[in-house]
């Protein structure tokens, strides 16, 4: 009688379908990872620009309050992915060159 054992060796096609499983599931956990933080990133860069709008319209003195609600208002406004109004589109050498100009003038009075 042979001592020796038996091993259960997976069949090749066991074994790629296992990997491509756990392939797969790795992408699902990077993509995830990756919406997550586009979200970030579009909660960071909206509550920037309220910021800046405050600052712009001198609107220090509002309360803490109003600070949150703005924010949860825009937040809500992510929900829907296909408004597009809020992507900067770069501008151009000569409208850039026009906008300082103008910002220029209004500074200088």
């Not at 699902?28 to 620009?49: G, T």
């Amino acid at each position: 009688a042979s001592s020796r054992r038996s091993y259960d060796i997976p069949k090749p096609e066991t074994g790629l379908a296992e990997w491509t499983s756990k392939i797969k599931a790795l992408q699902r956990e990077v993509d995830a990872d990756e919406e997550a933080e586009q979200k970030r990133l579009e909660e960071e860069i909206s509550a920037a620009r309220q910021a800046r709008l405050r600052r712009s319209r001198g609107a220090g003195a509002g309360g803490r309050v109003d600070s949150i609600d703005m924010c949860m208002g825009k937040m809500q406004e992510f929900d829907s992915v296909d408004d597009t109004s809020s992507i900067d589109i770069p501008k151009s050498v000569a409208e850039r060159a026009n906008d300082q100009e103008t910002a220029l003038r209004k500074l200088m009075g």
